[in-house]
């Protein structure tokens, strides 16, 4: 195990007011954390990268652990499908940005916390810019080119990222600190070909997981900033909530790490959407569409049409679309034999993503008939043209 | 037999199951094993020309087979062998 030593240099310590001291008094009594450590904390700043179910527990307890700074990036609004387990945002902030929901929960829980909002997207072209004011970065970001351009970053500037992730009833946490011990590189060199595993918002999450990831990722950065704790440096933790199964494993510093190992190629902070594979490959025709009220307008018209909804059992049931063909997504090409190339056949999903690689799979497997998306998905076709169907 | 862990991001291709008992010598029969019993699964495992796509990680007990002998890495009779991807939720 490894015990790191506090990121914050003793003369940064900013001495505590006899308000504090009461506030913090719990903390105080701990011999591990002391007046010094919690000194510390007030002159640590944070960035925390999404404020979504990850950062939501992050933000909460680092605020009320009393760290001075907290920098939250986020680009997105409150939606109520967050709510569910974003529990920094609350009702009456749907529809507001949610670092501003954020920062005044932040606020009202701690008013001594400096809050420092980036309602914006972290790129290439801003995180060393952002980053770099930062001690110590908190990752809760929910796509892979942002993964790796956190851990690029963090590499390039020697501070410590502290990993969190979560996948329907799964979650991990580890601390990538090259100075110390592996990156996010060293685990994992490449990300899975687009598609494959799909977000949280089409694949679900159950709301307790995040709370319980986010709220170990909390923990590492406190004791980053006190110094002297056994880390989560060169460990990664897996959770299965609905097993209710920790598992803990060894992760190694790769020799052959592109950005922190003996020989890095990796020296500046390079095409994240292109590296995941987001870019369409030269040459590709992008897929045919439908929007959801031309589809209204062909079957209104009578044109022989297949529609196929390409979603699991249970997807289907939260809002079942009409006269479709259930296929679901993983068992469409070797189901290849039941697609006639005469008919015009339209594929849907959730949003008009997932429906996409089907299209694609199709492709390949040597399908020639002619194909579309539907634009949106079914909660689209919710929006445009079936007001009775839910949005989910 | 050894006990193959399943994650969540890889049991829409096995019927939601999150473990099978395999049988096999080296890691990548474990491996193996799991993609002859799910054929979906297959190639989302491995790339085009048969080696493990680099997003998954194997683990038997607590350590990656990085750290010892890849997919050749023997494994006991009552091994454990985890199958850890890269997964990216955390906002939306
Ligand atoms: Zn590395």
């Known amino acids: 195990m490894i015990f790191p030593e506090s990121v914050i240099p003793d003369e940064r310590a900013e001495s505590l007011t006899n308000d504090e001291i009461s506030r913090y008094s719990r903390h105080l009594l701990l011999p591990e954390i002391g007046i010094g450590g919690q000194e510390k904390l007030k002159a640590a700043k944070v960035l925390i990268v999404g404020t979504g179910g990850l950062g939501a527990p992050l933000a909460l307890y680092l605020a009320a652990a009393g760290v001075g700074t907290l920098g939250i990036v986020d680009f997105d609004f409150v939606e109520a499908?967050?709510?569910?387990?974003?529990?920094?945002?609350?009702?009456?902030?749907?529809?507001?940005?949610?670092?501003?929901?954020?920062?005044?929960?932040?606020?009202?829980?701690?008013?001594?916390?400096?809050?420092?909002?980036?309602?914006?997207?972290?790129?290439?072209?801003?995180?060393?810019?952002?980053?770099?004011?930062?001690?110590?970065?908190?990752?809760?970001?929910?796509?892979?080119?942002?993964?790796?351009?956190?851990?690029?970053?963090?590499?390039?500037?020697?501070?410590?990222?502290?990993?969190?992730s979560i996948y329907q009833f799964e979650g991990q946490?580890?601390?990538?600190?090259?100075?110390?011990?592996?990156?996010?590189?060293?685990?994992?060199?490449?990300?899975?070909?687009?598609?494959?595993?799909?977000?949280?918002?089409?694949?679900?999450?159950?709301?307790?997981?995040?709370?319980?990831?986010?709220?170990?990722?909390?923990?590492?950065?406190?004791?980053?900033?006190?110094?002297?704790?056994?880390?989560?440096?060169?460990?990664?933790?897996?959770?299965?909530?609905?097993?209710?199964?920790?598992?803990?494993?060894?992760?190694?510093?790769?020799?052959?790490?592109?950005?922190?190992?003996?020989?890095?190629?990796?020296?500046?902070?390079?095409?994240?959407?292109?590296?995941?594979?987001?870019?369409?490959?030269?040459?590709?025709?992008?897929?045919?569409?439908?929007?959801?009220?031309?589809?209204?307008?062909?079957?209104?018209?009578?044109?022989?049409?297949?529609?196929?909804?390409?979603?699991?059992?249970?997807?289907?049931?939260?809002?079942?679309?009409?006269?479709?063909?259930?296929?679901?997504?993983?068992?469409?090409?070797?189901?290849?034999?039941?697609?006639?190339?005469?008919?015009?056949?339209?594929?849907?999903?959730?949003?008009?993503?997932?429906?996409?690689y089907a299209i694609r799979a199709l492709e390949k497997a040597g399908y020639t008939g002619r194909m579309f998306n539907l634009q949106d998905g079914v909660n689209g076709w919710a929006r445009d043209v079936d007001a009775s169907l839910p949005q989910y | 037999m050894a006990s193959l862990l399943i994650p969540t991001a890889l049991r829409a291709f096995t019927d939601r199951k999150s473990e099978i008992e395999v049988a096999a010598r080296t890691a990548g029969e474990a491996v193996a094993a799991l993609a002859e019993a799910y054929p979906d699964i297959k190639q989302h495992l491995y790339e085009d020309g048969g080696a493990l796509r680099s997003f998954i990680n194997v683990f038997v007990g607590e350590t990656n087979i990085k750290s010892l002998n890849g997919l050749d890495t023997p494994i006991d009779a009552d091994a454990t062998v985890v199958l850890v991807p890269a997964i990216a939720g955390g906002v939306r």
């Open chain 1, 81 to 164: 499908s967050n709510l569910q387990r974003q529990i920094i945002h609350s009702t009456r902030d749907i529809d507001r940005p949610k670092v501003a929901s954020a920062r005044d929960r932040i606020r009202g829980l701690n008013p001594g916390v400096k809050v420092v909002e980036y309602n914006t997207t972290l790129t290439s072209a801003n995180a060393l810019d952002i980053i770099r004011g930062y001690d110590i970065v908190a990752d809760g970001t929910d796509n892979y080119q942002t993964r790796y351009l956190v851990n690029d970053a963090c590499v390039l500037l020697g501070k410590p990222n502290v990993y969190g």
């Open chain 1, 173 to 356: 946490a580890s601390v990538f600190y090259a100075k110390e011990g592996p990156c996010y590189r060293c685990l994992y060199p490449a990300p899975p070909p687009p598609g494959l595993v799909p977000s949280c918002a089409e694949g679900g999450v159950m709301g307790v997981l995040p709370g319980i990831i986010g709220t170990i990722q909390a923990a590492e950065v406190l004791k980053l900033i006190v110094g002297g704790a056994g880390s989560l440096i060169g460990r990664l933790l897996l959770f299965d909530a609905w097993n209710m199964k920790f598992r803990e494993l060894k992760i190694d510093k790769e020799e052959n790490c592109p950005v922190c190992g003996k020989h890095p190629t990796i020296h500046e902070l390079i095409d994240y959407e292109q590296f995941c594979g987001l870019n369409p490959p030269a040459g590709e025709t992008p897929v045919s569409t439908l929007t959801p009220l031309e589809l209204k307008a062909r079957i209104d018209a009578g044109d022989k049409l297949r529609i196929v909804d390409i979603r699991e059992g249970h997807e289907r049931a939260i809002a079942k679309f009409a006269n479709s063909v259930a296929i679901p997504l993983g068992q469409i090409a070797r189901r290849i034999d039941e697609f006639d190339p005469a008919t015009d056949t339209v594929f849907l999903c959730k949003i008009g993503k997932r429906s996409i």
